[in-house]
């Protein structure tokens, strides 16, 4: 076949989505493949796609080796061997295709033995350099964590593209997530609330093919990852460690809410499967039979259909219906927060420097991770190591606690300051409910009597936790 008759396919890549870039070398090859006068064939195109890592057989390499095997053209074009490939797994791959190749600092013949190693230094120096480069990289990414700004990736959810800007509606959706946490709201139902909002994801949708990148619907999980992200109370966690220094973008919440959160979510019986509670008093109340004390759990009544309580450690205890019970409870906390001292009684100012707490936590794991340093340059023994860890640990338990303690957002307060509570009252839902209950009261129940048909309310005792 005469060299005027060559049929060439072009190969452009780039690691990044920028379409001009495409576009540059797309014209530069077709100038090439016009000036040797030879047929130009098809385009193969990796947008946004490295040549260090794998490239599947559905990429622009993959169908354009597979083209190449079938012989559908005689020269593959490329702006350089860079452009084309990295390593040497590749350059085996596009040998074996039997495929010459060109590019505009000249031709290859990956035929002769002298052709081959000449590719093989290219390819081990264009690796070479994206090596370094990615340490570089690295580095440098590793300052800026030190030093507190925002490392790159994707944007996350309630910033704008440059990390360190809040969006307003997201950041509030973000900001009432964590509240509604407090409040005993599933993240379930956070999701629902966000995706009837119309937000999205920080996976937004790109210029590219397929799924990848497209808007996502919130799920309880992917709230979980935002409400546990520390980037929300203003600090930055690189490779899974929590930087000394603060974040330079501004905190969606203090750090007393943050670590609070932590506390509830962090909760193995949040995550127990099993079917959501439905009743107000379920794992709240407890059993007043002599010695007893157990959880009540809802179910276990005599009449179908109609909902009861019973004692969660003998069915001989107790088992009475829920109804009339549950009414008492709610009349009497719409009654006690209804009170015109109800605030002075249940609002107790907080005292804890949230902030302190937070720097004495910071400088404990300090401590910490400069003593293991210690340990492994052998300046303390082990045991010395072993001691002061665990003194630093048990302060840090206390720390920690403190910080959930003081960030627990006080969940009577809207009640208390409402003109008319009951109205608050039946805008809640169940778990919003039984988080109030938790908070103003200790409820025991106790069998309604033999042959009793009419609620007495002296089988539910009630001892209020906020009193004067």
């Not at 959501?276 to 039979?289: D, E, F, K, P, Y």
């Not at 129940?445 to 609620?455: D, K, V």
Request: with cysteine; aromatic share 6%; charged share 25%.
């Amino acid at each position: 076949m005469s060299k005027s008759t060559l049929t060439a396919a072009l190969y452009v890549r780039q690691s990044v989505d920028a379409p001009e870039g495409i576009d540059r070398q797309r014209a530069r090859c077709q100038a090439l493949i016009a000036a040797r006068g030879w047929v130009s064939g098809r385009e193969f195109a990796d947008n946004d796609v490295s040549a260090s890592k794998v490239r599947g057989p559905s990429t622009g390499w993959g169908r354009m080796l597979d083209a190449a095997r079938r012989g559908e053209f005689d020269v593959v074009v490329a702006v350089n061997l860079d452009r084309l490939l990295r390593t040497q797994r590749d350059l085996s791959a596009l040998i074996e295709s039997g495929v010459k190749v060109t590019t505009l600092e000249g031709e290859l013949d990956l035929a002769s033995a002298s052709g081959e190693m000449q590719a093989s230094v290219l390819t081990s120096m264009a690796r070479f350099e994206a090596r370094r480069k990615s340490e570089r990289q690295i580095r440098a990414n590793e300052h800026r964590a030190a030093s507190g700004q925002w490392v790159g990736g994707r944007r996350p959810f309630g910033f704008e593209r440059d990390g360190m800007t809040l969006r307003t509606v997201e950041a509030d959706a973000v900001r009432q997530g964590f509240d509604d946490v407090l409040n005993g709201i599933p993240l379930a139902a956070i999701a629902r609330s966000w995706n009837g909002r119309g937000l999205l994801t920080g996976q937004e949708r790109q210029a590219r093919s397929g799924h990848a990148g497209e808007p996502s619907q919130w799920t309880g999980q992917t709230v979980r990852f935002v409400l546990t992200n520390p980037r929300y109370a203003g600090q930055v966690r690189y490779k899974g460690e929590i930087q000394p220094t603060p974040a330079a973008w501004p905190a969606v919440v203090d750090h007393g809410t943050f670590q609070a959160v932590q506390a509830i979510l962090s909760d193995p019986s949040r995550r127990k499967p099993g079917r959501s509670v439905r009743a107000l008093l379920t794992g709240i109340a407890v059993c007043g039979a002599p010695g007893c004390g157990g959880k009540v759990h809802a179910g276990g009544g005599a009449r179908r259909g109609v909902r009861s309580y019973r004692c969660g450690e003998s069915m001989g205890h107790f088992a009475r219906m829920a109804e009339p019970v549950d009414e008492f409870v709610e009349a009497l906390v719409v009654a006690r927060l209804s009170r015109s001292d109800a605030r002075d009684l249940l609002l107790a100012p907080r005292s804890t420097d949230s902030a302190a707490l937070h720097k004495e936590a910071v400088g404990l794991r300090e401590r910490m991770d400069a003593l293991a340093v210690a340990f492994a340059d052998g300046l303390v023994s082990a045991s010395q190591l072993r001691s002061g860890t665990e003194r630093m640990r048990a302060r840090l338990n206390e720390v920690d606690a403190a910080l959930a303690d003081a960030g627990k957002t006080d969940v009577l307060g809207e009640l208390v300051a409402a003109n008319d509570v009951g109205a608050i009252w039946g805008s809640y839902n169940i778990d919003r409910k039984r988080t109030v209950v938790r908070a103003l009261m200790n409820v025991t129940l106790h069998g309604p009597g033999r042959g009793t048909r009419t609620f007495r309310p002296e089988t539910v005792g009630i001892e209020w936790i906020a009193s004067n």
